[in-house]
């Protein structure tokens, strides 16, 4: 399905390790094309299985107000349906709610959670790690009304057993890990971020991205380009998954 040599040739991220805005027009390679809905395989999930030409975006943390608002004006002027992994301590979450639930109340965009303030969820206690997904769920349930369930991602894809029973604990049984990256939860260029989407925008993949730093904003128009080329529609977790 997807090149297993394109991260070395790129240098973008593949697996995690054991762990001026640009306007865009509509596309129809932003809606889903109507589908039954698969059953959630076990284990951590990387990629939507089957055949098909869904793309997931999923976009964490939300560390920048302007491109957590930028990606809603995206969603908004084209379509486009993704996944918002939440980091729920970052101010953003707050201050675009008034825009973000409408598009989370019509299913547009999905919530799910990544933790109240993004530790390695490995190196802290039973009780800090169930404070984390205690907190953050109650957050996303007080501010959009949905909390997220059953989709978590782990940040820095830092999981175990002990994390994935602590999450099922609180309705979170779907670690949700990524199969390619656009590499943005720090700063790179623009020029960088389309190459990492160029290996890794691919039918049935579910790739990480980041609402961090303002690179993202300036390629939608582009990005879109590359979807539309290769014929994917973007999809919410929620449109392919049957949970």
């Known amino acids: 399905m997807l090149a297993a040599g394109a991260a070395a040739a790129s240098g973008c991220t593949r697996l995690p390790p054991a762990e001026a805005e640009q306007s865009a027009t509509p596309s129809a390679a932003a809606v889903p094309a109507a589908a039954p809905r698969v059953p959630v395989p076990g284990g951590a999930l990387t990629a939507i299985p089957g055949p098909g030409t869904h793309l997931a975006l999923t976009v964490d943390d939300g560390a920048s107000a302007e491109v957590v608002g930028a990606y809603i004006r995206f969603a908004r002027d084209t379509g486009a349906r993704f996944t918002f992994f939440v980091t729920a301590a970052f101010e953003s979450w707050s201050t675009h709610r008034a825009a973000l639930r409408p598009l989370v109340d019509s299913g547009q965009i999905q919530l799910a959670n990544h933790t109240w303030d993004h530790p390695g969820l490995t190196t802290i206690s039973h009780t800090a790690m169930a404070e984390q997904f205690t907190r953050s769920k109650q957050f996303l349930l007080n501010t959009y009304g949905v909390d997220g369930t059953p989709f978590y991602r782990p940040p820095f894809g830092y999981h175990n057993a002990v994390v994935d029973a602590v999450a099922a604990d609180h309705g979170y049984t779907v670690p949700t890990l990524w199969y390619g990256s656009l590499s943005d939860s ?31 904003t300036q390629v939608y128009g582009q990005l879109l380009d590359i979807i539309r080329e290769r014929g994917l529609s973007l999809v919410t977790l929620n449109d392919v998954f049957r949970t």
């Open 186 to 216: 720090g700063l790179i260029t623009e020029e960088y971020l389309l190459q990492c989407a160029r290996t890794w925008f691919n039918a049935q993949a579910i790739v990480i991205g980041h609402a961090n730093h303002p690179p993202v």
